[in-house]
C-alpha cells in the first residue's frame, strides 16, 4: 500500500486530493490520513491543503524496498527486494537466499556493509547511506563458460541507467568498472552457482558511489574513485531513482540477451569502453603488456594488439 502511495504522490509535483488517492488505492480517507502521516514519521515532507489534498515537498534518500519499488518500472527484477541495514556482504545474503530457490530477479539491497567484496578478494568500501551495495539474481538457461557475458552487460546496464537517471556520462573500463571522467563510480562482481554443465545462479553484485562527499572516501581512494554527487557540485541523488534506473536497464538488456545473444551487447559495451581503441598497459599477476586495446571476445576477453603487431589475450588484469 505505501509503495503505491509513494507512487501516486511522486508521479506529480502537484496535489493530489484524498479523495483520488482513496479511490485508486481502495482505502477509506481515514487510512488514507494514517498513511500519510506514517508517511511523515519516515522522514517524508507533504503539505496538506483543504479541497487540493497532499503533495509531496521531500523525500527521505532511503534505498529501502518500499522506495525502489515506488520509482521501479520493471516487470520482475526487483518485483521481491530484500532490504538491510547492515550486512556482511549483499553477495553473502544472495547467494544464501538462490540456494533456497529464491525466484530470478530478487535483488538484496543494504545500506551498509562490514565484508563487502571486490574483484580478485579486494575490500569493497560501502559507507553507510551513501551509496548503492546490491545484488540481483539471476538464473538464464546458459552454460558456465558464458557467465562472463552477463558482468559485460551489467557493466553495460549500470553505465546506461547512470546516464539516465543523472544526465552525466559514464564510461567502461575493461573489464567492468563504470568510471565519469577516469574515476571509479561503480564496480560488478558477478558470481556464480552451477553444475557442470548448466548456470543454476548467476549473483551480480553491483556497489556504486551515489552521495558520498570527500570526507567519506579513504584518503588512498581519493585520486581515482568519485562519486556521482562528487560530480554534480557535491548536490545527492535519491538512491531509490538510480536502482531503478539501473534495474530497468538490466532487465531490458537481460531479455535482449536471452532472446537475441551477446552481439549486440557486445556491440553496446565497445560503444561505451573508454579502453578501446587506446594504447594501455595490462598488469596480469605474471607480467606487464603494453598495446592497443582492440576489443573483446565473446566471452569478454581482452585482445590487446602488441607493438610487434602479435595479439595477447588478457584474462584477468589491472588496466592503465
Ligand atoms: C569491484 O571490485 O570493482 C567490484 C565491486 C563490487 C561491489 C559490490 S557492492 C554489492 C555487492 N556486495 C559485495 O560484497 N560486493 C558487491
Redesign the pocket.
Known sequence: MRDRLLQLLTATDSFVSGQEISTKLGISRTAVWKHIEELRKNGYELEAVPRKGYRLTHAPDLASADEIKASLHTEHFGSSIVYKKKV?????V?HELARNEAEEGTVVV?ET?Y??????N?E?H?PSGT?????LIVRPDIIPQKAPQLTLMTAVAVTEGVMEATGIQAQIKWP??ILIDGK?I????TEMQSEPDRVQAIII????NINQQVEHFPEELLPKATSLALENDGVTYQRAVVISAILKRLEQWYLHYLQHGFKEVRERWESLAVTIGRQIKATTMKETVSGVAEGITEDGVLLLKKQDGTIEYIYSADID
Do not use: H, V
Open positions: 556482511t556482504s549483499t553477495q553473502e544472495a543494504a556493509q565484508k563487502g567484496k571486490g574483484r580478485m579486494r569493497w560501502s551509496g548503492l551495495w546490491f545484488s567492468n568498472d571509479k561503480a564496480g560488478i562482481l553484485g553491483i556497489g556504486l
